[in-house]
């Protein structure tokens, strides 16, 4: 008895949700997401035989339904109690329906049957609160069928587009993302090259100061010009470690 209530429940009009979204909680996301961390593998692996591996089963039971399954090996699924397919081709419009836009859909045209729906549907209010038992009512719940239908159908043959579109924008992106990456590191360079350049300038001021000492001056005044220039290009190191440190943290 229990198997053809639960058949009854999942055909219903307003079928109830399943039970398992009382899971879908913060807490478990964040748990989820650290046991995936700790882990350091992706936990929806499979077996060959397409049933869930050790790693998805030593979850705790609220914690595997966070993890989406892995597609239908065999190309078939339930949805709502039904057998569906997912070669399953898009069926066309009933015979009694006629189609209210061209082939292929637009996104104006989208829009044109919903300003449709909306008028159509106030005009069925309006004659329902007019008349409730006026027969009126009868051809415009047909014209709302046949809209509802159509937008349908306009949507399902628009998926392709709409998917081809969102492809395009994830590419946009993620080149745009290389390419202000290309330019982080080329500024990057370029800094450090000139953080190098100013070393080598100031090396060579050394050396010429530390050549007028040996010229001119005493043994104290040699090592006195040494410790000078040890500073200094200790110095230099330290701006030059900064700067990478400042870029690298940015």
Known sequence: ?????????????????????????ETNFTRFAELQADSNTDLDDTKDNGKPSGSLLDLPPELRYLQPPPPPSNGRYRSFGED?????????????TSALY?????PASLVQLTRSILLNFLELVHILATNPSATEYGPKWDDLRDLFRNAHQ??????PHQ??????????????????EREGIAELRT??????GGLGEGLDESEQ????????????GIGRGEDEEWEREMEDEKRMWEVLREDLGS
Do not use: C, W
């Not at 399953?88 to 015979?95: H, M």
């Not at 306009?154 to 998926?159: D, Q, S």
């Not at 100061?209 to 104290?220: A, D, I, P, Q």
């Open 209 to 220: 100061e530390e050549n007028g000492v040996n010229g001119t001056g005493s043994g104290r």
């Open 84 to 96: 569906r397919s997912l070669a399953a081709p898009l069926i066309p419009l009933p015979d009694e």
């Open 154 to 159: 306009a949507v399902n043959e628009y998926r």
């Open 1 to 25: 008895m229990a198997e053809p209530q639960q058949n009854s429940s999942i055909t219903a009009a307003f079928p109830a949700p399943p039970p398992f979204y009382k899971h879908f909680t």
């Open 102 to 106: 061209t082939s292929p859909p637009t």
């Open 191 to 196: 800094r450090v090259d000139e953080m190098l």
């Open 163 to 180: 998917a081809r579109e969102a492809l395009i924008l994830m590419m946009e992106a993620q080149v745009e993302r290389g390419r202000r």
